[in-house]
């Protein structure tokens, strides 16, 4: 597959280079000129984020995302120095980034699909594992052998001893599904990437984007395996519950989160190839923004791997109550392990004690970038983004805690996965529109916006 892709990047390589070169315009508006821009008032958390996001979804008021995306793209085509990622035209760069999104959302599916498969505990079910997968049972015979297997290994013998063919059976699609949702996403990315590079739409810049994240999307096959494989051994005390290795399920989890992370960037900069800028006032307000964005950034993606030690340590059926932990704020025995890194990563009560901790500083670090950010010059869509990401850190919070204070219900464990990513989606989509407008459009800007809007 790579070696198709260099040979058909290298014979598109004329028409790769060629795409940014045209004159340039003398003036240009990533959204229309009724945008709203009372952006320095100092008006409470709520009203800047009803009026940001309404002033998103208006189209007669202020463009959305969608506009903004097709209007940035379509102007800066004509944009000196300008490298886009995606030769063709317009056109070209919506079915590209249509394809691009619809692979982050199924990667998406694949994340929330693969935390109900683990709470379920239906990830051991299957034994082995091939790459290019295999049938199910068909026959009763079929199976018998499977659960034959099945019962050979420490969870059935130690968790699940007297578990009859039906419940297999359940746990078993459950597992299977996962892995077959995974192959049809591997089809789903290649088909069409092997389309649009026969066609010439793939810059080479691109392409290898691209090549690399289906090869991190390829591997993601041996570190499920390598992480399901932790689990079928023996546990080290006859007293334990076999469970996968919590380090191998955090790979497993964080490569993942870096796929749609790669996927749903790289899809916005097809889309989006300037981002949303009216004037100079706001390009500036926009930098400010960016210094506290990006640290934010950084704890976020922090608190979502702290989780993937929680899962795989179990940590959330342990010390369910809130906010202490037991009858404590800090529980004893959390640097008991030798050497005292261990106790970060496999101890349940210094786990759940550090995502309590983070997931705390990640709601003060939003809070923290909103109040300092509130009375700036900035663009009304990343006033809005910045009042959502807000917004979802406090869902997040609280299906944090109703998750813990229930026990981890399927339902509730599943929804904070699916949560975790949403917030690092919205923190993804915030940074990427505070990037820097390229040094043509900026030449074109006024100071600051010259229109009155409503």
């Known amino acids: 597959m790579l070696r198709a892709v260099g040979s058909v990047l290298k014979r598109n390589k004329e028409s790769i280079y060629g795409i940014a070169r045209g004159s340039t315009s003398s003036s240009h508006r990533a959204f229309t000129s009724s945008t709203t821009v009372n952006s320095a008032s100092s ?32 102007s800066s085509e004509s944009k000196e120095g300008l490298k886009l990622l995606v030769t063709g035209g317009p056109q070209a760069r919506k079915w590209v980034g249509t394809w691009l999104f619809g692979s982050a959302a199924w ?7 693969g935390g ?14 091939k790459f290019t997968g295999e049938f199910p049972p068909l026959s009763d015979e079929a199976w018998a052998k499977e659960f034959e297997k099945y019962k050979q290994s420490p969870e059935y013998k130690r968790v699940n001893k007297g578990m009859n063919l039906e419940d297999f059976k359940f746990i078993y699609w459950m597992e299977y599904a996962h892995r077959m949702w995974g192959r049809g996403l591997g089809i789903m990315f290649a088909l069409p990437f092997s389309y649009f590079l026969r066609k010439g739409y793939i810059t080479l810049r691109l392409g290898v984007q691209l090549s690399g994240l289906f090869a991190l999307g ?18 080290p005390s006859e007293y334990s519950q076999p469970r996968v290795s919590p380090y191998r399920l955090a790979a497993h989890l964080t490569s993942a989160f870096a796929i749609y992370c790669g996927l749903f960037w790289t899809a916005l900069s097809v889309v989006m190839p300037e ?9 500036r307000g926009a930098a400010k923004v960016k210094k506290l964005a990006l640290p934010v950034s950084f704890i976020v993606a922090i608190t979502a791997i702290s989780g993937a030690f929680v899962a795989g340590n179990d ?39 550090d995502h309590r901790l983070l997931a705390t500083t990640t709601l003060l670090a ?37 998750t813990l204070l229930s026990y981890v219900p399927v339902s509730l464990g599943s929804a904070h996965q699916a949560g975790a990513l949403t917030l690092l989606t919205l923190m993804l989509l915030l940074n990427h529109t505070l990037r820097r407008p390229s040094p043509s459009l900026l030449k074109s800007l006024p100071q600051v916006v010259k229109s009155n809007f409503i």
């Open 315 to 353: 940590a959330g059926r342990a010390f369910n109550t809130f906010p202490k932990m037991g009858d404590t704020w800090i529980p004893d025995g959390i640097f008991e392990m030798k050497p005292l890194i261990r106790n970060f990563f496999e101890n349940t009560a210094t786990v759940q004690l």
């Open 107 to 113: 990667v998406f599916s694949m994340v929330v699909l």
């Open 275 to 283: 981002p949303p800028a009216e004037s100079l006032a706001w390009v």
């Open 116 to 129: 109900v498969t683990r709470l379920t505990r239906s990830g051991l079910s299957m034994t082995d594992w």
């Open 43 to 74: 008006s409470p958390l709520a009203g800047n984020s009803f009026n940001g996001l309404r002033s998103l979804l208006k189209g007669q008021k202020a463009p959305t995302f969608r506009k903004m995306s097709t209007l940035a793209a379509s």
């Open 218 to 235: 390829a591997g993601q096959g041996f570190i499920g395996w390598w992480m399901v494989k932790s689990g079928l051994e023996e546990p």
């Open 366 to 402: 939003i809070g923290t970038m909103w109040w300092f950010t509130r009375k700036l010059d900035i663009h009304p869509a990343v006033k809005a983004l910045i009042g959502s990401t807000v917004g979802m850190t406090a869902v997040q919070v609280t299906l944090g805690v109703s």
